[in-house]
């Protein structure tokens, strides 16, 4: 499995960027997805997930910010994101919605400046 995210850059305060994560085989259409993120020196956190059945789930500090949608017949799974904010800075990576994850991609960089 494969999972390669793209869309990333820098961004003012305020500003939306659109990510999107191109997965390998049926991955996005078999499971629940989500995008997660990574800032420096913090653990990976879930900041958008949904599953098979495209109900959504975010948690609150992104909640009414960012949307996760997909398109199965793509293989692809987005993100978007608005009202951005500097603490949103990361490293933003798509995986399955689950306990038992595919093999992380590269990620995307999120840089959202003051």
């Known amino acids: 499995v494969q999972l390669q995210a793209s869309g990333g850059g820098l961004v003012q305060a305020g500003g939306s960027l659109r990510l999107s994560c191109v997965a390998s085989g049926n991955i996005v259409s078999s499971n629940d997805m989500a995008w997660y993120r990574q800032a420096p020196g913090k653990q990976r956190e879930l900041v958008a997930g949904?599953?098979?059945?495209?109900?959504?789930y975010y948690p609150d500090f992104v909640k009414g910010r960012f949307t996760i949608s997909k398109d199965n017949f793509k293989k692809t799974v987005f993100l978007q994101m608005d009202t951005l904010k500097p603490e949103d800075t990361g490293i933003y990576y798509c995986?399955?919605?689950?306990?038992?994850?595919?093999?992380w991609g590269q990620g995307t960089l999120v840089t959202v400046s003051s």
């Open positions: 949904i599953r098979v059945d495209y109900i959504e």
């Open positions: 995986n399955k919605w689950a306990t038992m994850q595919a093999p």
